[in-house]
């Protein structure tokens, strides 16, 4: 890892300062965004907002996010993004492969800048060096944040044999994780039980955790999953459970510890194809580049309120490390 930052105290996402590059525009540009969870549960805002100020664009005179938020109803994605294309925007901001695909649905000529996996198989462009259409923007690399959520929970404790997991079923996306945490696992010699966390499922199966004997708890990564953070981190509190978030917000919400792509980081350099469309690029000439930026993040008092002494090797390779 190639960075550790101490805080001692909650906050929003750094921004660091920068010296703009492009000359001032002289319109003002929009751009619509949409986020299944609620305002402020991630940090692709702040990210596109430092990555537009690189480009030389204030938001708020220069640029004005139109950004709208399902908080949590993924159903609701479709109309929040009717409403943005009714308001007129130049671009589309699309995270993840759901909102990206209802994006495309919606509309094949306002150009849209996606964060998503596997976008050729998904069918959201036909090459990713000539995405030939209305969609660029950045692969996520498929990386082994699985693999790597059960080593992590076996260098906190390696005693521990059984592991709860949490999905969303209604997810395909996440079918193929699964199947890597099942490989991973046998490999490690622990059990997995993968409990759903649909709205009618979430409270009964949690109550099913709680009554038995895990040693440890995986949240897979999944969009539609992150507004469930502050629930997920309250019970894993109650019931000291050792748990393990692919959303970087978690552990500045008191969750143990974080591994995931670096959404800010990926945001922040998602501006720059906006930037190029804003200056008359075509979406289908942009080439679409992968993102392996990733963030580990360790929380320690949750580790103390917990009774864990984290390895000290492990708290040396984060990234943050919250005290």
């Known amino acids: ?65 139109e950004d709208r938020y399902a908080n949590g109803y993924a159903e609701r994605v479709p109309a929040l993004i009717a409403e943005l294309l009714a308001l007129k925007v130049d ?36 090459d990713l060096s000539r ?11 498929d990386s082994d944040y699985s693999e790597k959520s059960l080593q992590l929970l076996q260098e906190i404790a390696p005693k521990q044999r059984r592991i709860a997991v949490l999905r969303n079923p209604d997810n395909p996306l996440i079918a193929r994780e699964i199947e890597r945490l099942h490989e991973e696992a046998q490999v490690l010699g622990v059990d997995l039980t993968v409990f759903s966390v649909r709205p009618t499922d979430r409270e009964v199966n949690l109550s099913a955790i709680a009554n038995a004997d895990f040693g440890g708890l995986v949240v897979t990564t999944d969009y539609s ?34 591994y995931s792509a670096d959404y800010f980081a990926i945001w922040r350099h998602a501006a720059s194809y906006v930037d190029r469309i804003f200056r008359g690029a075509r979406p289908a000439d942009l080439p679409i580049e992968q993102a392996a930026d990733l963030a580990f993040k360790v929380n320690l008092k949750t580790a103390k309120a917990l009774g864990l002494a984290l390895p000290p090797t492990l708290v040396a390779g984060a990234d943050q490390v919250i005290e």
């Open 91 to 126: 671009v589309l901001a699309t995270p993840g492969t759901p909102i990206t695909r209802a994006a495309q649905r919606a509309t094949s000529t306002v150009p849209i800048v996606c964060v998503t996996v596997n976008p050729i198989r998904f069918g959201l462009v036909a």
């Open 1 to 65: 890892m190639k960075r550790r930052t101490f805080i001692a105290a909650l906050g929003g996402a750094v921004v660091w300062p920068v010296v703009a590059r492009a000359q001032q525009p002289t319109t003002t540009r929009r751009i619509g965004y949409v986020w299944i969870g609620a305002r402020g549960t991630e940090v692709n805002m702040a990210g596109l907002s430092q990555g537009l100020l690189d480009q030389g664009y204030f938001v708020g005179r220069d640029v004005v996010i």
């Open 225 to 258: 999953l992150e507004p469930l953070a502050a629930r997920i981190i309250a019970f894993t509190a109650e019931r000291r459970l050792p748990a393990i978030y692919p959303f970087i917000t978690a552990t500045e919400q008191g969750g143990l510890i974080s």
């Open 131 to 141: 995405p030939g259409g209305n969609i660029t923007g950045l692969e996520l690399v």
